[in-house]
């Protein structure tokens, strides 16, 4: 009997324990220190926002609790078509930073993160289509404090396009990139913590580019710039290779005549010096010069393909003519000379 009562006493002790957890456990509640919580019961909010990290208590099974975060939210918003003020079609991708200010507000106008971002889709691409609508593409893209130089320019070898104006590049930009997205940011975050409980932090162009079609055109546009700027430069090369050839022709032509004429002074030199010894050696001895000069010819003169009439008292023969048999050799004997 009385281990009966003990296991009873210990089974109800058991049960009010389970339940003493379970009312705990649907009465108490955490809150971290990156969220708010908002308390509801039979869906309608109760009190305000809970924003102190910590535990906290609520009513067991009539209230609930929805969490929301404190820190900033990223919104990405889809790549839009938008055409400029110079009736540029270009891409815009925007992107932006908020956060949840009034939790409450915020519970009753959107629900939900989902809800607020689908809001944000809504007003963040109507504002910035219609700021960029109302500016000229280069003061979206350009900052106002950018000053380039004509020696930047160059440095860069930014060369405009046959339809471009050059100016474009260093005209004063009174707008400017960043003034543009603080105006976006101005004007779409106009009412917002009244109306959704939303702060909108910051609102960036992550991404400007032209639209497919126009990007091609613009493409086709850089490839035939580049293409006459390389036919000039290969004009150029073409140009300076005549010139270099016609100096080289000038230079070679005035080398070859500078060379033949050195080539005639030396063999004028060289003939008149020939002429001077062999003046010195006629004048030595004209006779033996003479009879000299007469026995050299006779080889070339008297072989066996010439023929020569010529009379006993040629002038050519005269030395033959005067030689004293009996200073002659003796003609060889047979077998003397074997």
Do not use: C
């Amino acid at each position: 009997m009385n281990t009966l009562i003990k296991q009873s006493i210990a089974a109800l002790a058991l049960i009010l324990v389970v339940a003493a957890a379970a009312i705990f456990s649907a009465t108490a509640y955490t809150v971290d220190q990156a969220e708010q919580v908002v308390v509801l019961q039979f869906g309608k909010a109760v009190g305000d926002p809970v924003t102190e990290p910590g535990l906290h208590f609520k009513m067991p099974f009539i209230q609930e609790i929805r969490r929301y975060e404190k820190r900033l939210l990223v919104w990405d918003g889809d790549p839009n078509q938008v055409p400029t003020r110079g009736r540029e079609f270009i891409s815009v991708d925007a992107t932006a930073r908020w956060r949840i200010v009034d939790a409450l507000q915020f519970l009753k106008s959107v629900r939900d993160e989902a809800g607020a971002q689908s809001r944000l889709d809504d007003i963040i691409d109507s504002v910035v289509r219609d700021n960029i609508s109302s500016t000229e593409l280069t003061e979206i893209v350009r900052s106002r404090d950018w000053e380039l130089s004509e020696k930047d320019l160059e440095r860069m070898d930014v060369i405009p396009a046959e339809n471009s104006n050059p100016e474009e590049l260093t005209e004063t930009i009174r707008l400017g990139r960043e003034t543009l997205t603080r105006n976006i940011l101005k004007e779409a975050s106009r009412g917002m913590p009244e109306k959704y409980g939303i702060e909108l932090v910051d609102v960036r162009i992550k991404r400007l580019n032209y639209i497919t079609s126009v990007r091609q055109q613009v493409f086709q546009r850089m490839i035939s710039e580049r293409q006459r700027i390389a036919e000039q430069f290969r004009s150029q090369g073409e140009g300076e290779a005549s010139r270099i050839e016609g100096d080289t022709s000038r230079e070679l032509a005035l080398i070859r005549s500078e060379a033949q004429r050195k080539a005639e002074i030396v063999r004028g030199e060289a003939d008149a010096e020939a002429t001077r010894i062999y003046n010195q050696a006629y004048a030595a001895d004209a006779d033996f010069y003479s009879f000299l000069r007469t026995l050299e010819s006779y080889p070339e003169a008297l072989n066996k393909r010439s023929v020569l009439i010529l009379g006993t008292g040629s002038d050519y023969l005269r030395f033959l003519n005067n030689i004293d048999p009996s200073n002659a050799l003796p003609a060889p004997q047979p077998g003397e000379g074997e």
